[in-house]
Every structure is written in C-alpha cells, then in structure tokens.
C-alpha cells in the first residue's frame, strides 16, 4: 500500500479522497493555489504545499510544481480526482518517470479512451453497442453526404477530441450538414487545438445511462450498475440517480457484463465509467470515462462499497473488493449537484458564504468543502456540494430529498436549490419519465420560477 498520497484536486473531491485515505492510514498532502489557501481540504490534509497562482493552468494543471510538491513531501503516489489531470495521460506517464504511482488507469487506456473516434472502435471491437455513424473521422474531401444519408437524418457532428458538450453540432436535414460540419469543425479546433469531427445519428428522446466499473489491471473486473444522468443543462449533468427508474434488473445484468467483460479483455485498471444513450430497449456507446466520476457516491449508497477507497487499492496491487455476486443494488439514491449560481440564469454567484446548515438525518449525505464563513473563489467551478439522498424505495428516496432540500440553509451567494426544490415536486421527475432534452425543455418554459 502507499505511504502518502498527493491529492492533485481540490473542493469536494479533494476532502472525499482524504477521507478514504484517512480511513487507509494513509498520510495525505493537500496542494493548494494562492486562492485556496483557506479551503477545507488544505486544513484537513497531513500537509499541504502551495503550487502556484490561482489560474488553474499555474497551479492545479502544473505539472513541475506538482512534481515539486510530491519531492518536498515525499509523497508515494498522486490521485488526480476528477477534472484537472485526472484524464492526462501524459501526466500518468512523467508521473511513473518519476518513480510515482499515478492513482488511474494505464496510460494506454486513458489514450484510447481520451479520443473519441479511437474510444468508439475500441468499444465496439470489445462487443459494445455503439451509437451508428461514421466508422472513423470524417474529411471534407470525401463523400460525407452519403455516409450521413446512410446513417440517416437527423445527424450529429461530434469532435473527435470533444468534451463538455463543445464542438457537437445537430444537421436536422440533408440542407444543414455543411454548416454543422464546419461549425463543430471550427468550434473543436477553437477549444482543443484539433478540428477532427465524425457522424453519429441523432437520438431524439434518450437517456443518458451510465455503467460504473472497477477492474484490478490484471483481467478481473466487476460492474457496479448504472446512473441515470439525464437530467442535464447543456450537457452538463444536474440531477442524477441509481438505479435507473426505466432500466430492469435483467437489462442492468446484460449492458453490465458486457461492460465487465469488455474490461477484462482490456485489463483495465481502477474506476471508469461507460457512458450510453438509452432509447428504445437499446444501449448506445457514447463514451468512456477513465477516472472517479462527480456522482460516484449514488453507486456507493445503493452498493456499499467505497469506490474511492478501492480505487486506491487496487492501483497499489489490491484485489477487488469481491466478485460479481458479491455486488447487489440495495435502495435507490438521487445526487443534486448545488451549484453557486442564480438558479434561473445559471450566471455564478462566487463570494463569502454567510450562513450553512447542512441536512442530516438518515440516508443524507452530504460531500462538500465549504463551510460558514468560507469564500467561494470566482476562479473554479461553482459546485457548492452535492447533496446525496438514499432510500429503500425511490419514493422513499424522493421523499426523503424533498424534506433534505428543505432543511439546507446557505445564505450569501445564489444557489441553484430552488430548482431542486422544484425539480424534487415535479410530476414528470416523480414518475421517472424524463429523457436528456427534458430539463432544457422544462427550464424554457420558465415553470422553475413559480416554484
Ligand atoms: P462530451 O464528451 O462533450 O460530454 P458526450 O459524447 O459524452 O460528449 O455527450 C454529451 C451529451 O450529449 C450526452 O449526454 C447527450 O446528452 C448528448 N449526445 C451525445 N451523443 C448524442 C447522440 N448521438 N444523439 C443525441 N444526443 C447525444
């Protein structure tokens, strides 16, 4: 096992990974910006180091001050979190130069995996149902109309180096390919320094379903089910649960062992995630993500198994904690990701928390770094916390995330708590039927602003 970890991160998950090593009696070192001198995970941790400046490319994302911090500290191994470095394969591998243990997948994997057009041929030569569309990336000198009339209309332009919802564009007709092209072409090259787009077919109703997996880099590997993250605003997740409300438990055990398989054949190591639309009975790759995911604790609550925790075990050589049978869905858990924003512009609301009462009682759970007094820096993303609700029925979980969103008090900067307060209430969300477009759908509408 490693004797000290760095924890490349900062927030919430920063505190979430020192607390599984507290529990590991692991040392932990806390690295900081100048901005974050005063958070949370700076005065939890063993030791801490400031790295740097507080724009994230000067401190969080700078790799020789890391590299210094974990000389200084002697610390052993390095978890990115999620975000940052954590999907950088570049960093894993100066990190093993280093003779320093990146807490991920192998470098190879985080590659493969990192690009989309390579993530797509990869899933789909492990027996993974992709999402129909062009078999690699597309040229504007090649013939990309007929590709697209055999996938069918509408089309999706994606990039391949996409990310965050940036460089994807939706050709309604045949008449609106070009521009799509182009646009998602240039958007992509804008935001990553690569234009590569390729065609998949537009899904109208889907939902975004995601499998949890753990494998021990060495073949063996267990699913943990799914999350259905549909709830979304520009692609960005906003609600999400476990299980899925639509998905039975044979489906689960279908799409979850092809996933598991697909992992032994790879010899992946540590927590991913595979991402699928869901439409119609049918799963469609859309990506795979090789690091801890910001709604991991909904899998947590409903397996009981410490997905942090074990993800620090077997990157140091650990077993998995069990084989498949050993796993089983206990209840049902809904995540809220608050956000410190206006909750009907969504404009952030940085500045100095006044007042905080978070909820408790059975099944809450609460994964945050701030506290009363605490400023939120402009500079970072504006997660305030996730509130994390468990109950043995979806209904119970439901009504228990209503009495929750009560309770929780932050006063001094926008929330986005109302919209779950009225997301918690509303008729559609109670009965599960909700597909990726349908918060765009009920935000337009304006309904939140009544509630
Ligand atoms: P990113 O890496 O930019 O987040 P993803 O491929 O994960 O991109 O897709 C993000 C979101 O975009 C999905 O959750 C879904 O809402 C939407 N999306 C992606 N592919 C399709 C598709 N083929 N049809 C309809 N919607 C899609």
């Known amino acids: 096992m490693f004797d000290k970890i760095l924890i490349a991160n900062r927030g919430e998950i920063a505190l979430r990974i020192l607390r599984a090593c507290k529990e590991l009696g692991i040392a932990t070192v806390a690295v900081h910006s100048t901005a974050d001198a005063n958070a949370m995970h700076v005065r939890l941790a063993d030791e801490s180091v ?18 210094a911090a974990c000389e200084i500290t002697g610390a052993d191994a390095v978890h990115p979190g999620y975000g940052f470095l954590s999907e950088n394969a570049r960093f894993a591998e100066i990190l093993a130069d280093h003779n320093l243990h990146f807490i991920g997948p192998k470098a190879e994997h985080i590659r493969t995996m990192g690009d989309k057009i390579e993530a797509k041929k990869t899933a789909k030569r492990l027996g993974i149902p992709v999402v129909p569309g062009s078999d690699g990336g597309v040229t504007p000198g090649e013939d990309v109309m007929s590709i697209a009339k055999q996938i069918g209309f509408p089309v999706l332009v994606k990039a391949a180096a996409g990310g965050g919802g940036r460089g994807m564009k939706v050709a309604p007709t045949e008449a609106d390919l070009m521009l799509a092209l182009s646009t998602a ?31 021990d880099g060495r073949g063996g590997a267990i699913h943990l089910g799914e999350r259905d993250c549909s ?5 960005q997740k906003v609600w999400e649960e476990g299980p899925s409300p639509i998905l039975s438990p044979q489906a689960r055990a279908r799409i979850g062992e092809v996933c598991a398989n697909a992992m032994r054949e790879m010899q992946y190591l540590g927590v991913g995630t595979i991402e699928f639309l869901y439409e119609d009975g049918e799963f469609y790759f859309i990506e795979m993500n090789t690091r801890i995911q910001v709604e991991h604790p909904i899998t947590e609550m409903i397996t009981g198994i410490d997905l942090v925790l074990e993800q620090i075990r077997v990157a140091a050589g650990g077993d998995l904690p069990c084989l ?3 796993i089983s869905i206990n209840g049902h858990a809904i995540e809220c990701r608050i956000n410190a924003e206006n909750p009907v512009t969504f404009r952030p609301s940085p500045g100095k928390i006044l007042q ?6 059975l099944g809450v759970r609460i994964d945050s770094a701030v506290y009363q007094g605490y400023t939120i820096p402009p500079y970072y993303d504006s997660l305030v916390g996730k509130l994390i ?36 209430r509303e008729p559609s969300i109670i009965d599960g039927d909700y597909h990726i477009h349908w918060l765009e759908q009920y935000l337009a509408r304006g309904d939140q602003k009544t509630a």
Do not use: W
């Not at 400031?50 to 590299?67: E, R, T, V």
């Open 356 to 361: 905080y009462h978070p909820p408790g009682g």
């Open 389 to 424: 609700v468990h109950g043995k029925t979806r209904g119970e979980c439901l009504m228990r995330l209503r009495r929750a969103l009560d309770e929780i008090v932050v006063d001094g900067v926008e929330t986005t708590l109302p919209l779950f307060r009225a997301l918690a």
């Open 50 to 67: 400031c790295i740097g400046p507080p724009p994230a490319k000067d401190s969080y994302l700078n790799i020789p001050a890391l590299l």
């Open 185 to 215: 072409s240039n958007e992509a090259k804008a935001a990553f320094g690569d234009g590569a787009v390729y065609l998949e077919k537009y899904l109208g109703k889907p939902r975004h379903i995601e499998i949890q997996i753990l494998g």
């Open 324 to 326: 498949q049978d050993g």
């Open 231 to 235: 709830l979304q605003r520009r692609h």
